[in-house]
């Protein structure tokens, strides 16, 4: 089967840099990919990582090591309105997406 | 370019009933997912579809549910006799002829309520 393990819960304050953990056990494993989700509306795709490293795109960046089945999200420069939910989710065949249960971001002002 | 759009975006049935839930994917989008979303919790797969074939239905529950993407139309999940843990948010998903595996799109969700 397939499992994923995230923080449940993190603050931060403005202007800040957070980091969101994701570990995974998985079996047809294409990449990781990061969605943002705010107050349970639609999930907005934010990064995926097929390969080893660093993928960045402006205040977000996004890691993979496959073989430490690790990944994390990196949010620099924090605002308000990136209060929601984060969601890592195992891109297995098919794009068929395995979630994680979701980090709930706090961003204090 | 429109984006996905669901319909009805809140749904409520009473148990027994029947709950369609409908999804027009992006223009020129060929692959449907359904997920579903209980509350406090991330979205769990049910269904990936192209048009007219369903590919993988490992998510979905064996009884009750079904779903279609027909060549005109848009996506349908059926869920037959709802039941309280029925109850969830619906989300579907598309992405372009070359699969979701980089990106996919989600609609607004459709909440259904069985009462």
């Known amino acids: 089967g397939q499992s994923l393990e995230q923080p449940s819960e993190v603050t931060a304050v403005e202007g800040a840099i957070v980091q969101i953990n994701c570990t995974y056990q998985t079996s047809g494993f294409y990449g990781l990919s990061w969605y943002q989700q705010h107050d349970g509306g639609a999930p907005t795709f934010l990064s995926y990582n097929g390969l080893d490293g660093l993928e960045e795109t402006g205040r977000f960046s996004s890691f993979l090591s496959r073989s430490d089945s690790y990944g994390y999200l990196l949010l620099q420069e924090l605002q308000m309105k990136d209060s929601a939910s984060y969601f890592c989710a195992v891109t297995l065949e098919w794009g068929k997406l395995i979630f994680g249960q979701g980090t709930e971001l706090s961003v204090k002002p | 370019n429109a984006g996905v759009m669901q319909n009805p975006r809140h749904l409520v049935r009473r148990r027994g009933q029947e709950a369609r839930l409908r999804c027009s994917p992006m223009k020129g989008h060929s692959h449907v997912y359904w997920y579903r979303q209980l509350p406090e919790e991330g979205l769990k797969f049910m269904v990936y579809l192209q048009k007219e074939n369903i590919i993988d239905e490992s998510g979905m529950p064996k009884e009750r549910f079904s779903a279609e993407f027909p060549k005109e139309g848009p996506s349908i999940l059926r869920i037959q006799q709802v039941v309280r843990g029925d109850s969830a948010a619906y989300f579907c998903?598309?992405?372009?002829?070359?699969?979701?595996?980089?990106?996919?799109?989600f609609g607004p969700g459709t909440r259904l309520t069985v009462t």
């Open positions: 998903a598309s992405s372009p002829p070359s699969g979701g595996r980089y990106e996919q799109y």
